[in-house]
């Protein structure tokens, strides 16, 4: 089983400094979540521009001895911008979507459900928004492109790698049923067979536009 670490940040320096540390550990890869406050612009996110990303991810890989993934924000107004300045920082993979911006409100108080006013949507309810920009990224950059945002079985698993996901992820779907990592799995392999499909690669960007 591979271990990849998220890794989260206030500044530039976190990152690095938290990077520099776990390059020395028995991990297989780190993935860079850009959509934390950077406390030195105002608390904008890093992954909201294009700026951001560049520079977080390019003082990262200068220190990271491990393959990096950088995790994009859905909530950019071009994920392709966002996407290629990862790959021109030194990312060796970029994968998305993170969450997309929501907020509730009880009507009887009057206030904010989350004590934060805002806070990160996912689940079933992201996920063609997420197919979208996964299709616009794989074409827009060279790198590996990971798809997660409302997996819950194999078949949304294929429209991501359809889609031109080398890879997907999974990860609210865990907290309604535990096993829809083994059933994702199977799922995908149940539509290779009647589909003709060898290898799980070969699903990777086969969609016929």
Do not use: H
């Not at 924000?73 to 993170?98: F, M, Y």
């Amino acid at each position: 089983t591979a271990v990849i670490v998220n890794v989260a940040g206030n500044t530039v320096d976190d990152y690095r400094a938290i990077v520099e540390i776990l390059s020395g550990a028995d991990i297989d890869a780190i993935e860079l979540n850009v959509s934390c406050p950077n406390v030195k612009e105002g608390c904008l996110l890093f992954g909201s521009t294009a700026k951001g990303v560049f520079e977080v991810t390019g003082v990262v890989r200068k220190v990271c001895k491990k393959p990096l993934i950088v995790k994009l924000s859905p909530n950019v107004t071009d994920i392709t911008e966002i996407a290629k300045a990862a790959e021109d920082a030194g990312a060796d993979c970029v994968s998305l979507i993170n969450t997309l911006l929501g907020m509730s409100i009880d009507i009887e108080t009057r206030k904010p459900v989350l004590a934060n006013v805002m806070g990160g949507l996912s689940g079933p309810a992201v996920k063609p928004v997420a197919v979208r920009m996964v299709y616009e990224t794989a074409k827009a950059v060279r790198i590996p492109v990971i798809g997660m945002g409302g997996i819950s079985n194999g078949n949304d698993a294929v429209e991501f790698m359809l889609a031109g996901a080398s890879a997907v992820m999974v990860g609210t779907a865990g907290f309604v049923n535990p096993n829809v990592w083994v059933e994702t799995i199977q799922g995908i392999e149940q539509y290779m067979k009647e589909n003709g499909f060898e290898k799980a690669a070969d699903l990777t960007g086969a969609l016929i536009v």
